[in-house]
């Protein structure tokens, strides 16, 4: 069948109805659905933004009121000591004696107490101090006092006129801290409580025993706990020893239990915590000023509450150490023994490094462990040394000399009775 021009044509547009059809519903309809669903997409998106910006500038809003009484708080704190611990006390009036010419008999402390200041409660702890001397060296000794930036009462003092210019008496000292500021609270029963309130201070702590079971044969253990038993069991022949060094880490640095004092007591310092470390996530940042050259200036850093303690004797102890510049000053360590013998440990006796540096001391044969740490000091070694300066402390260790014996003869005498 022919079709007509007009059926052709017909035909013709029918075809292009059905293309245009065809292409608006599969082609661009699709599209303006798609389009349709990304702007509600990116409106839930915005939404979404807009929440976060929200909760990001409320974050920061509540960062910097944070901030704000952080600073308030540590403004208020500053005045009070982190810890009543009462050899760091000891060691503070040490500081303010050596700058006088006071005599001191003896330190005599009382009983922890609380005392309530306002809502807040404090630790409070009194030193009796007996003293004897020149009136002037009475008044520098209450300077030094009055110059500390702790809160330090003068409670009562009694002075008796000797003649000549001599004195001597009583004065009675108030220290006190903030428990609720993440300081341990103190009360007189923690002494019955602690590892001093045993009948004999001088016997090994719970555990001393297994620590060194972990590092030593049984013939050094005999050795260190000086046993009055037969050694010939222990000096067998065919003894063979395989050694090796295994290192423990003693401190971290990576709390602020520690403070900052200077000998003379005018020198200025501080203790801080920095991001430049060995190891962890902080290292401590000492800073000092000896105001003055002289011919003993010495910048401490004193351990707090926690000390770092060494059970056993170790082949050696280790710090890491920052150095800025170089310096003719020396650096070590004053160790506590369970005698209460003091040894003052050398590290270096000039700063002869810049960045980071590991420094090895061995410790003296005769220390009676456990021993404790008591301090870290930076000492000018003469009047011409450099006056300031800034270290970084970190990852503190002792190395022990890990043994493990071997016996040929014993192993035949357990062959023998096992047959």
Known sequence: MKLTKREKNMLVVLVGVLLIYGYINFIINPQIFKIKDLKSRIKDY????????????????????????????EGYSKGYFTSLEQSTLILLLDSFINNTELEIAGVGFSDYRIEQLGSTELNAISASIPFSGYYESLLDFLRQI??????????DINILNNGGGQVSGNVVLDFYSIPSLGVKKLSSS??????????????????YINELFDY?????????????QDQD????????????????????????????????REIEGNISRDTNKKQ????????????????????????DNIKPSISIQPEYISISVYSYEKNDHKMGFVLKDALGKEYNILLADKIDWIY?????????????????????????????????????????????RNTLHHS????????????
């Open 233 to 264: 069991m222990f000096n067998h022949q065919d003894n063979i020893a395989i050694e090796d060094i295994k290192k423990t880490l003693l401190e971290g640095f990576e709390s602020l239990d520690m403070f900052f004092v200077g000998n003379p």
């Open 280 to 303: 962890g996530n902080y290292s401590i940042k000492l800073e000092y000023d000896f105001l003055m050259q002289r011919g003993n200036n010495i910048a401490n850093v004193v351990f």
């Open 216 to 228: 030593l044969g049984n013939d050094e253990i005999n050795a260190q706990l000086n046993y009055n």
């Open 190 to 207: 923690i002494i019955e409580k602690n590892s001093y309130s045993k009948q004999n201070p001088f016997d090994p702590f719970e555990g």
């Open 46 to 73: 915005e939404s979404i933004i807009a929440e976060d910006n929200h909760a990001t500038d409320a974050l920061s809003d509540l960062k910097n009121i944070y901030e704000k009484h952080l600073k308030n708080v």
């Open 146 to 155: 009055r110059k500390n930036n702790k809160k330090i009462l003068i409670k």
């Open 356 to 400: 980071w540096s590991t420094l090895e001391a061995k410790l003296p044969e005769e220390v009676t462990y456990p021993a404790q740490i008591q301090r870290i000091y930076v000492q000018s070694n003469n009047p011409e040394s450099k006056i300031n300066g800034v270290f970084l402390l970190d990852n503190m260790e002792v190395a022990y």
């Open 408 to 419: 040929y003869e014993n192993d035949n005498y357990i062959n023998s009775n096992s047959n």
